[in-house]
């Protein structure tokens, strides 16, 4: 005959430990990073401002030369350009170009960057040595030489769609569209180098583990191997670097602009308002102290904002 326990003697189970999974952590960790947080805010105010901002401010084409060059006012709050061109309204415009300008080749570096680091690293071999010795090359070239080379000989097609967009599709706002997409492809061709090589690194390392030893062994083929296994596994430093680039290649915008090979007039960015700026600072310092200050405003959040990607991302720093 068998007596059960004392009731005091039962202990109840303790409660199971609910888990998370690995973007949670690195949210919650992202969370705290009070930098972090805050330039993800500005950039975020800062892109609402320059995607509505033209839609209750003055025209950027408005000119008013009797006004000209007028100290920021109530009616005018950042003041005016010597072409009596409200400032307000024309960093605005440029924000959006600035932005998209950023956006948009720094997709176009990511594109092509993961995708031929992720098949130098996992093919390796006489491949992998060709590959990359094309990214060495690549790498010897003036980043300047190679953009005037670029405008020089890809200046009549861009012309030819402009004109398209102006008699054929009746968009005269998208004027000078065809040099802003010369401009992608410059600052593209040359920012994904250093992609391929980051990819390539963890390509090397990741495709050693045991996983993908058993993705061959079931017969998978590379691309989906690639697709499917390796590259979700290299999304972290793909992420944060991503943010990084972004505000090199605003950088690099702003600087041919300031050269002249950027966003031509009457359209403007935050690279040419600074260009104009800097030419008249003596006489007029409003033209240079607000664009410069919202483009340094906007490196630094993104900047900060990349920091903090690395550090929520980083596995090693999870664990400490």
Sequence with gaps: ??????????TAPEPLER?????????VRLRKNRLAVG????????????????????????QN??????????????GTDTLGRDLFARMLYGGRISIMVGLVATFVALTIGVTYGAVAGYV???????????????????????????????????????????NTAHLDGFQGFGNMLLLFAA???????????????????????????????LGFGSRRIIFRHILPNVLGPVIVYATLTVP??????????????????PMSSWGSLIK??????????????????VFSLTLFSLNFLGDGLRDALDVRAAKD
């Design 1 to 10: 005959m068998t007596t059960s326990a004392p009731a005091a003697l039962v």
């Design 19 to 27: 888990g998370s999974s690995p973007g949670h952590d690195a949210w």
């Design 39 to 62: 330039g993800a805010l500005v950039l975020l105010a800062l892109s609402l401002l320059c995607v509505c901002g033209p839609w209750f401010a003055q025209s950027y084409q408005d």
């Design 65 to 78: 030369l009797d006004l000209g060059a007028t100290a920021p006012s109530a009616t005018h709050w950042l």
């Design 124 to 166: 390796g071999g006489k491949t992998d040595m060709v590959m990359m010795r094309v990214v060495d090359i690549m790498y010897a070239l003036p980043f300047t030489i190679f953009v005037i080379l670029l405008m020089v000989f890809m200046k009549e097609p861009s012309e030819r769609l402009d004109a398209w967009l102006r």
């Design 187 to 217: 600052i593209g061709a040359v920012e994904w180098l250093t992609m391929a090589r980051i990819v390539r690194g963890q390509v090397l390392t990741i495709k050693r583990m045991e996983y993908i030893e058993a993705a061959r062994a």
């Design 248 to 265: 090199a290649v605003m950088l690099l915008e702003a600087f041919l602009s300031f050269l002249g090979l950027g966003v031509q007039p």
């Design 276 to 293: 104009d700026g800097a030419e008249k600072m003596e006489e007029y310092w409003w033209l240079l102290v607000f664009p410069g200050g």
